[in-house]
């Protein structure tokens, strides 16, 4: 009966599982709770193809549980609740441990089914997801479990799978192997720190390569043809375009353009043209902002460019424009001050708008006390004059603060400098 590969390689010790030494090496948490024999409930949280499910198979091994596998993709509560059944059961004398995987697409009901089972001990639950969990999993879940991070295998680690791969390879099929120079280190690489993704890549090079004389090349060339587009991890409706994005954006306002530029070919190798231009015009107007108040407008000549190319050429002037975004001034006091009077509003702080500023365009305005003490800025010196704009309850409240860059610097100054100058004229009649 055939077996892939990626099952034929599944470690069955702590020893052999690769990566993951920041939970599973020597002394570290996991490795300590599975030692000691004493399991709680866990969430594995990771990318695919990092041994969340390998652990957890490690795990019922070692405390002699009976191991029942449920994806939760397709998974119905009758087989959930035939399962809970199963402690004290001749099935199950020490117990069960449910691996569930993909518990993110249980429903709130159907995660609450189990509350009761893993409360009591009899059930033991190892949930694994590739979502986050705090947003994925009910609270209630969370709360009885303890959460692991399974990160993406490294391609160091991953070439020692991928090795071990070719050798179980070679007994099976009766083949020596030659590697080409770098072809099993692009495998690693390529995989993205899937496992599961680096043995397919090994598997299919047997069933499709060259034999002579008992002998497998495995070239570069086709190392790289069975590789395509693997390292990327990108899904737009995941962690990981949430991940990108932000990594995107923090690079560019912490003025990096090499890790701007990184982030960009990751969003633009996924295919997510719409969330780079998007994320683009939103750090021209929220980071550096009035420090370059035009970066605004190049950052959208480059985005229409990159409209009218289409990808792969768009590439260019969204990369001209990360470029640009990195290395000018940054400045968030636009930010800041809009978040801060929205802020007020929640709170329920508006007030009403003065009088002299409503609409006097109408009849019977006057009557009403509209407008009648405006003073109409453009008849003044500099085309300024002091009166009241915030509302009484908000009139000493100041939202913007000048940032301390060469042109709200200069505008403050400007402003310094004809506000102090400046006078109150005498009388209160309205210039509108």
Known sequence: MYQPLADQIRPTSLEEVVGQEHILGEGKMLRRIIESGRIPNLIFYGPSGVGKTTVAGIIAARTNRTLYKLNATNASTA??????????????????????????????????????????????????TTENPYFYVYNAILSRSTVFEFQAISPEAALKAVKRGVSIMERQEHLAAKAEDGALEHIASACGGDIRKAMNAVELLFSTGREQDGVLKITLSDAEQVTQKSAQRYDRD????????????????GSDPDAGIHYL?????????????????????????????????????????????GLPEAQIPLAEAVIFLSTCPKSNSAAEAI????EDLKK????????????????????????????????YPNHYTPQQYL???????????????????????????????????AGSGSDS
């Not at 633009?268 to 902002?289: F, H, K, N, Q, T």
């Not at 009035?290 to 190319?309: G, M, R």
């Not at 978040?339 to 929205?342: D, G, H, L, T």
């Not at 042109?407 to 402003?415: C, D, G, L, N, V």
Request: net charge neutral.
């Open 79 to 128: 087989e959930v609740r035939e399962i809970l059944a199963q402690p004290d059961t001749l099935m199950a004398p020490n117990g069960v441990l449910l691996y569930l995987d993909e518990i993110q697409y249980f429903t709130k009901k159907q995660q609450q089914s189990l509350l009761e089972s893993i409360e009591n001990g009899k059930v033991t639950l190892i949930a694994s």
């Open 238 to 253: 995941g962690d990981s375009h949430y991940d990108i994005l932000s990594a995107f954006q923090k690079s560019i306002r």
């Open 265 to 309: 070919a990751r969003l633009l190798e996924g295919g997510d043209l719409a969330s780079a231009i998007r994320r683009l015009l939103v750090i021209a107007a929220e980071d550096v902002g009035l420090a370059y108040p035009t970066a605004i407008s190049v950052v959208k000549s480059c985005v229409d460019a990159a409209l009218q190319l």
């Open 339 to 342: 978040a801060a009077a929205a």
């Open 348 to 379: 329920g702080k508006n007030g009403e708008i003065p009088a002299h500023l409503k609409d006097a365009h109408y009849g019977g305005a006057q009557k009403l006390g509209r407008g009648l003490t405006y003073r109409y800025p453009h008849g």
């Open 391 to 425: 509302p009484d309850a908000l009139k000493d409240r100041c939202y913007y603060e000048y940032g301390p860059n060469k042109i709200e610097q200069a505008a403050k100054a400007y402003w310094d400098a004809v506000k102090g100058n400046a006078q109150t004229p």
